[in-house]
């Protein structure tokens, strides 16, 4: 189980998370949802070993968790960060060699590539491919496996919509699906709350760098506070589509009884005459 308690981490001055405190239970996705700017990507970084908490304890199956980049991977945690950040000059399958730069396994590493091309195919089609020549979207797939390359026991994945078409974002929820149905541990930092709290175990709302919610994913969606925050153009098209069918049933009942109230009329005439 990875567990942060009561951390605080600067940027100089600027106090980012304030006293955040979560964990992350193995199996699970669970989301840190909130608006640009709140902190989630200071958490992930601080969890990756790219900042260091001024206080506070982060630990991984009750030891400390390294404070460098490089061993917080050889823990089994691993980042997939905001806006890709692959190496444009490299193919593909040199930036999927960096996911795996500490591994020694030749052979498995090579097989796990092969996976990558399964979970992937956009990977087989552009594995010579320099990364700097793919779509936002194919870049995505590829920092992707790039994070599964080292075989983490948890991937961080920041932001992983973030400037995506809709159908892009459809897919990129698509393999975190099949990713948790694998049994893959994953922490989620993402503004689509809805996205991400619907595929959500468990989530955290983060403002202005503290944690004001917790909850399962799907009561958090349920929640007013949040949908007004963060979903408010969800739960407006939701009234929207709840009042249609509310007129529609009443014009559908008005109808019946009008039907109704003519063939009365017609049948009360023919008894008459």
Do not use: C, W
Request: proline content about 3%.
């Amino acid at each position: 189980m990875l567990k942060i308690e009561g951390i605080n981490v600067f940027y100089g001055r600027i106090h980012a998370l304030r006293d955040v405190s979560m964990q992350v239970t193995p199996g699970q996705v669970v989301s840190l949802v909130g608006a640009n700017g709140a902190g989630k990507s200071t958490l992930m970084m601080a969890l990756a070993g790219a900042l260091k908490a001024k206080s506070g304890a982060i630990t991984y199956d009750g030891r400390p968790l390294a404070t460098e980049a490089h061993k917080v991977v050889g823990q089994g945690i691993s980042l997939v960060p905001e806006r890709r950040r692959l190496y444009a000059n490299l193919t593909v399958r040199e930036n999927l060699l960096m996911g795996a730069h500490l591994r020694k396994d030749a052979k498995e590493i090579e097989a796990d590539m092969e996976r990558m091309k399964e979970l992937f195919p956009i990977i087989r089609e552009r594995i010579k491919q320099y990364a700097g020549t793919l779509s936002g979207g194919e870049q995505q797939m590829v920092a992707i496996a790039r994070g599964l390359m080292s075989r983490p026991k948890i991937l961080l994945m920041d932001e992983p919509s973030l400037g995506l078409a809709p159908l892009i974002i459809q897919q990129v929820f698509e393999i975190i699906g099949e990713l948790k149905s694998q049994g893959m541990t994953i922490l989620l930092a993402e503004q689509n709350a809805f996205q991400a709290l619907e595929i959500s175990d468990y989530a955290y709302v983060l403002e202005t760098g503290r944690i004001t919610l917790s909850g399962a994913g799907q009561e958090l969606l349920e929640d007013p506070r949040v949908q007004e925050a963060y979903l408010g153009v969800k739960a407006k098209a939701i009234e929207a589509i709840e009042a249609t069918e509310a007129t529609e049933a009443t014009e559908t009942t008005e109808a019946t009884e009008t039907t109704e109230a003519i063939e009365t009329t017609e049948a009360t005439e023919a008894t008459g005459q």
